[in-house]
């Protein structure tokens, strides 16, 4: 009790001086008012509620329920969000190396990382982690997940799985080591010269990866480039910025940002030499591109050095600042500015836009969508202010970055819809290659395979006719070769599979195997309609993500 009334007190005299900071300011009142009030009611809650209560719980509570007020990214971050976010922004951390999802109320390894911990340890793709040192996971979150499997690099930890085809579970100790995840997951040459780049998120390392990528395409013999932004978050914006200077002329403005305290507004230009210029380039956006994706690709669609092929993105033109609390041990992160393309278009959505688009489907259709929903995006398109590129071609601001070339988002017909859903082809392939251990990638897949999986589907209680599985043939085979070859080969070759048949992929060869320079990219697309039609399946490219 003694301990509860001097955390109390403690917490009280804080309050006080922030009121009686914020009293020397403008509408003082109404602030020294507002906390005046909240710390009577924390003395009533502490004196009078019916249990014990924990003051510091208490105030938490309360900071993290003040800024949910302002918007969705301002946040109070507790010791462990801290850290989780410099982890991430860092790109390194202590760990075991895995990729994980959650299915069927467990956490099952997607893929460990080639020569970390868990590869080494003997962890498998399709692994269900049951038990981490001694406790249970069912119900674990992905946060649950990076808390227990995080740590001090040196330190152990005790894993146990359960595998495809064992009877019992494996037992296995795992020392954690430094694991440094790279915002390029894959970079490969396809056909016609043609450069892929996955950028997966902006990190610390981003515009030193995206530089070292960039040079083995083109030794690789690369001519042309495809970006893929694509479920790409965001971060942070100097790493936004680090990357669009690669691809534009030194002293180019790439972004500025403005916010209510002047501190906060600034312009960033490249400040080093472009790594090529010459590509013709196209960027790959969707709904889940936001933040530092949203800069890059809108700076590319500004200055005209990037055809932006997909859909519309997410929407979030809002610059957050970390601010340190408590000698560093916890945080603020407060949304401080908006940031702005090279042409001054604001891409940030409200919550009208996200209305209106949610009515039309995503923006994912240009024709495809009813009238109604035509009629109503249209109606949105002439509330928006237009803006020009540098060449002079009109683009929108607010409400998300709009592609160039509108792709409607593909989606997976019935069966393989629900086979995905609840990760069957996945759990197959360990199946498969367990018994087939020699099985290679540039094999078609047998009749005596097909035979194998409707039985699978059968003993899953998802059977499916001959028809049925026929009828969806060509994505069905798609889905088992990604998930076979990952087994077999790596990610990186599963990623090739994946992207055959993906139609903003497809999108973007045909107009980059006829175009020799970066303003032919423009050319070649517009003659075409916006909406380009739809074939193989999309969601191939994201479910391994």
Excluded: C
């Excluded at 230009?269 to 960027?283: C, G, N, R, Y």
């Excluded at 409200?350 to 259709?365: I, M, N, R, V, Y």
């Excluded at 082809?425 to 194998?452: C, G, I, M, Y």
């Amino acid at each position: 009790m003694i301990r509860r009334r001097v955390v109390l007190a403690a917490l009280l005299a804080v309050l006080f001086g922030v009121g009686w900071a914020a009293g020397r300011h403008a509408r003082a009142g109404d602030v020294y008012q507002a906390v005046d009030l909240f710390v009577e009611v924390l003395g009533k809650v502490e004196q009078n509620y019916v249990d014990p209560v924990d003051p510091e719980k208490l105030v938490t509570g309360a900071m993290k329920g003040m800024l949910r007020t302002l918007d969705p990214y301002s946040q109070y971050l507790d010791a462990r969000a801290y850290q989780n976010l410099q982890s991430t922004t860092h790109g390194s951390f202590g760990g075991v190396g895995v990729e994980v999802s959650i299915r069927d109320g467990y956490p099952v390894v997607i893929s460990p990382i080639e020569g970390g911990p868990a590869w080494t340890a003997g962890v498998r793709s399709g692994d269900v982690i049951v038990r981490i040192d001694g406790h249970s996971t069912a119900g674990f979150t992905i946060d649950d997940m990076a808390t227990n499997l995080r740590g001090p690099i040196g330190s152990h930890v005790a894993v146990s799985v359960a595998r495809e085809g064992e009877d019992k579970e494996i037992e296995l100790s795992i020392d954690r080591r430094e694991i440094v995840t790279k915002s390029v997951r894959y970079a490969f040459v396809v056909e016609g010269r043609i450069g892929y780049m996955r950028l997966a998120d902006f990190s610390e390392s981003s515009g030193s990866d995206v530089r070292a990528a960039i040079a083995r395409l083109r030794a690789q013999g690369a001519t042309r480039l495809i970006l893929d932004l694509r479920a790409n978050p965001g971060g942070l914006l100097d790493q936004a910025v680090a990357v669009a200077e690669q691809f534009v002329k030194k002293g180019t403005m790439v972004v500025s940002t403005h916010g209510r305290a002047h501190s906060q507004d600034h312009r960033y230009f490249a400040s080093e030499s472009a790594a090529e210029l010459d590509w013709p380039m196209v960027v790959l956006v969707d709904g889940a591109s936001a933040s530092a994706s949203e800069v890059v690709a809108g700076a590319l669609q500004d200055l005209d050095r990037a055809l932006v092929v997909g859909q519309t993105s997410f929407g979030k033109g809002l610059v957050q600042s970390v601010f340190p609390l408590r000698d560093r041990a916890v945080a603020l992160k407060l949304t401080t500015a908006r940031y702005y393309t090279p042409s001054g278009r604001s891409i940030d959505r409200t919550p009208h836009d996200t209305l209106t688009f949610d009515a039309t489907a995503g923006d994912e259709g240009d024709g495809a969508a009813p009238d109604s929903a035509a009629g109503a995006k249209a109606a949105a398109d002439l509330r928006r202010p237009v803006f020009h590129t540098a060449a002079g071609r009109t683009v929108l601001g607010g409400g998300g970055i709009r592609p160039d070339v509108t792709v409607p988002m593909d989606t997976l017909p019935p069966l393989a819809g629900r086979l995905e859903g609840r990760g069957l082809t996945f759990r197959f392939a360990n199946r498969w290659v367990r018994a087939h251990p020699d099985w290679k990638p540039s094999e078609a897949l047998t009749p005596a395979l097909w035979q194998d999986f409707a039985a699978f589907l059968a003993a899953e209680k998802l059977p499916a006719t001959p028809a049925e599985i026929a009828a969806e043939h060509a994505v069905l085979d798609r889905a088992l070769r990604r998930e076979l070859t990952r087994r077999a080969a790596g990610d990186a070759a599963a990623m090739r599979v994946a992207l055959d048949g993906d139609p903003v992929f497809e999108r973007a060869l045909l107009v980059l195997s006829r175009a020799r320079t970066p303003r032919e990219v423009f050319a070649l697309a517009a003659p075409e309609s916006r909406t380009a039609p739809a074939r193989g399946a999309a969601q191939e490219h994201a479910a391994h993500r």
